[in-house]
Nanobody
Framework: QVQLVESGGGLVQAGGSLTLSCAAS????????IGWYRQAPGSQRELVGY???????NYTDFVKGRFTISRDNAKNTVYLQMNALQPEDTAVYYC????????WGQGTQVTVSS
């Protein structure tokens, strides 16, 4: 079973940047599609974007041009670079193997102040 751990969240002002990390300690994740998701208070969890094993990426409209997903197979880690953050980006961010909800970690909190 693949288990992922998210880190890198924090408090940032609007317009600022953060980079989140998604790491696996027990399994190699280079062969998996990895998705980033987020859940704001009172809202359902939503997809932010994903990266394939050959580094193809796709994003939902609300983050296109601001967020970038990348992966470092040597470090067994996937990243979410977030720029031009807005208060509406405030959420708990999760990563997971595509289609495998049991791989998600505890999430990392991102709070954007106005």
């Amino acid at each position: 079973q693949v288990q992922l751990v998210e880190s890198g969240g924090g408090l940032v002002q609007a317009g600022g940047s953060l980079t989140l990390s998604c790491a696996a300690s027990r399994n190699r994740i280079s062969r998996y599609v990895i998705g980033w998701y987020r859940q704001a208070p009172g809202s359902q969890r939503e997809l932010v974007g994903y990266i394939t094993p050959n580094t193809f990426t796709n994003y939902t409209d609300f983050v296109k041009g601001r967020f970038t997903i990348s992966r470092d197979n040597a470090k067994n880690t996937v990243y979410l670079q977030m720029n031009a953050l807005q208060p509406e980006d405030t959420a708990v961010y999760y990563c997971g193997v595509w289609g495998r909800q049991d791989s998600w970690g505890q999430g990392t909190q991102v709070t954007v102040s106005s």
